[in-house]
């Protein structure tokens, strides 16, 4: 039924991006399938483990003016830190480790499908857990840095801290984060691995040589937009919560005012 | 009875689909208008073209995501079938 929907009719199934049982098992009476995505997630995990190791032994070894390999680790750490501080200003310097490692993690999941993987984060199963990762880390920090009156407050934030009747709306509004976060990640992958199993499966004889094109499209580009996304967006959401840095209050208002003021004489220019 | 009714499901299921992704024109205006936008403000300042750009494609793929939920819609009508007999 698949093929006639997609194919007219062939009958070999040519067209294949879907997720495979590789072995099975059972586990307290449940049967455990072990699928492509955990091959793949454990492929990708193990050159990560790989990579770190051999950086770590590397910058066991540093030297004062780095050649080689050790060029290329100080421009990733220096991009990562260089991201994170630029976004979430002064209380964000703890987020380094975290947002580096989903970061490579993620970018490395999604080019895997140059290398012939199906890529792991095609799999919602794995994008849903980082974007309850990111939810976690959003409320937990938000109640280390608010009081609960304050957070009271801001999801009743329309109406009065009385009258809660906006706050389900709110309650919604937080609960959407980590399904949109992750269904963005998993559809924007998910699509790039069905254009490239289309193109591959119904192009058989055709397809030499030029899809390289797509793949540097399809998985080069947007995976790592969707990282840098990804990424973006947890930390965008962390320091919200988080609240601003410790600064005067009436600062940021007047800086605001200024330049809503001169925004129009540029548009005017 | 049951072949047709069947088939007239999966069929709709395709009609659907195509429906579905319709709601891909949405996202291709709208990151084009920021595209439009990015390249104005380029244009306009081109000292602050890493920031620009990357608040556009940030943004673009913000609102990318209206039109990866109708993607969704299409591939699990066509391939997941919630509508079996």
């Known amino acids: ?269 | 009875m049951g072949e047709f009714n069947q088939a007239f499901i999966y069929g709709c299921s395709a009609i659907g689909a195509g429906l579905a992704v319709i709601a891909g024109i949405g996202p291709g205006v709208g990151q084009g208008i920021a595209a439009g936008y990015g390249a104005n403000a380029v244009g306009r300042n081109p000292g602050a073209k890493g920031d620009i750009t990357s608040t556009m494609l940030l943004g673009q793929a913000v609102a990318e995501t209206t039109g990866l939920y109708g993607l969704l819609i299409a591939m699990l009508l066509l391939f997941v079938k919630p509508f079996k007999i």
């Not at chain 1, 093929?3 to 294949?16: F, H, M, T, W, Y």
């Not at chain 1, 947002?99 to 999604?110: M, P, R």
């Not at chain 1, 957070?151 to 809660?164: E, M, N, R, Y």
């Not at chain 1, 119904?202 to 990424?231: E, M, N, R």
């Open chain 1, 1 to 269: 039924m698949l093929q006639a929907v997609l194919l007219a009719g062939d009958p070999a199934e040519k067209v294949d991006f879907m997720i495979h049982e590789v072995f099975s098992y059972q586990l307290f009476g449940q049967t455990v399938r072990i699928t492509t995505s955990h091959v793949c997630l454990l492929i990708v995990v193990l050159t990560l483990i790989a990579f770190f190791i051999i950086g770590g032994q590397i910058f066991r070894h540093a030297s004062e003016i780095p050649s080689g390999f050790q060029n290329i680790l100080e421009i990733i750490v220096e991009f990562l830190d260089g991201m994170v501080d630029k976004t979430m200003g002064k209380k964000g310097k703890g987020f380094r480790n975290y947002i580096g490692t989903i970061f490579i993690f993620i970018l490395f999941s999604n080019i895997s499908g140059l290398f012939g993987l199906r890529p792991p984060t095609a799999d919602y199963g794995v994008t849903l857990p980082l974007g309850i990762v990111t939810f976690l880390l959003i409320h937990i920090n938000e109640f280390r840095y608010n009081s609960v009156k304050d957070i009271w407050k801001d999801k009743c934030s329309p109406l009065p801290a009385w009258f809660p009747l906006w706050m389900p709306i709110n309650l919604i509004g937080d609960f959407a984060v980590p399904v949109s976060l992750s269904l963005r990640l998993f559809a924007n992958v998910l699509s790039g691995t069905v254009m490239m199993a289309l193109v591959y499966g119904l192009l058989s004889k055709v397809a030499y040589a030029w899809p390289a094109v797509l793949h540097v499209y399809f998985d080069l580009f947007s995976g790592a937009i969707q990282t840098y996304v990804f990424c973006m967006l947890t930390m965008t959401y962390i320091k919200n919560a988080m609240g601003p840095d410790e600064v005067p209050s009436a600062k940021p208002k007047t800086e605001k005012a200024e330049d809503e003021a001169s925004e129009p004489e540029k548009a005017a220019a």
